[in-house]
């Protein structure tokens, strides 16, 4: 199947930085990338879905000068974590699937973030 | 809005036993529909999907789901689980009418060596 990676798989920051976690789908053209976000023994929360070259689009409470998302060519979006405090550590992953509906949308292994 | 449900949040089993993870959805229209697995410590990778055609989907490691369009259903079944199996399962539903995948909030499975 298709591979989607993610970096860095981990990462540790100060309350107050900003940390980039970069999601990039290896053999094929991803028109679409989501992000999600994963809390302890929860499901998959849809953060934003990103298509290429255009703006993204925020799931409901999700604050979007906060998580600023950019889909610059099609095997790449990055999702930055601005002035990051401890209530946004979490595990983040990202998914990238095709251009047509019935594309099977393929998932990154995921960053953890823990903001100290 | 549509919605996916997963009611069994655990399930235990003892190797050998049958399984089967309920998954219902609400949308009335066209909807393709997925389960996910996520192993401990790993990512999710897809067990098997429903576009059209036979509702009876085999996917992969002998995991089998069948949809029924007038129960609104997706449930996920193997005949003879493995403590291999151990993982959380989730099911997902995208509408024709959607660019997004909706989960459930997933299935914690536990096989009793």
């Known amino acids: 199947g298709a591979v989607v990676s993610q970096h860095p798989s981990w990462v540790i920051c100060k309350s107050g930085t900003s940390v980039k976690i970069e999601c990039r789908s290896l053999?094929?053209?991803?028109?679409?990338m989501f992000w999600y976000r994963q809390f302890p023994k929860q499901s998959l929360m849809l953060m934003a879905t990103s298509n290429e070259g255009s703006k993204a689009t925020y799931e409901q409470g999700v604050e979007k000068d906060k998580f600023l998302i950019n889909h610059a060519s099609l095997t790449l979006s990055t999702l930055t974590v601005t002035s990051a405090h401890p209530e946004d550590s979490s595990f983040y992953i990202c998914s990238a699937k095709g251009l047509a509906l019935t594309d099977t949308q393929y998932f990154g292994p995921g960053t953890r973030l823990t903001v100290l | 809005a549509q919605s996916v449900s997963q009611h069994n949040h655990h399930v235990i089993l003892s190797e050998a036993a049958s399984l089967e993870l309920g998954c219902n959805y609400s949308?009335?229209?066209?909807?393709?529909l997925f389960w996910y697995v996520q192993y401990p410590g790993q990512h999710l990778q897809l067990l098997l999907k429903y576009f059209s055609g036979d509702p009876l989907v085999k996917g992969i490691k002998g995991f089998e789901a069948e949809f029924i369009k007038s129960k609104f259903s997706f449930n996920l079944r193997k005949p003879s689980v493995q403590w291999s199996d151990t993982a959380e399962y989730f099911c997902?539903?995208?509408?024709?009418?959607?660019?997004?995948?909706?989960f459930g909030s997933g299935t914690r499975l536990s096989i009793r060596p």
């Open positions: 997902a539903v995208i509408s024709s009418s959607a660019s997004k995948i909706i």
């Open positions: 949308y009335g229209g066209t909807v393709n």
């Open positions: 053999d094929f053209q991803a028109t679409t």
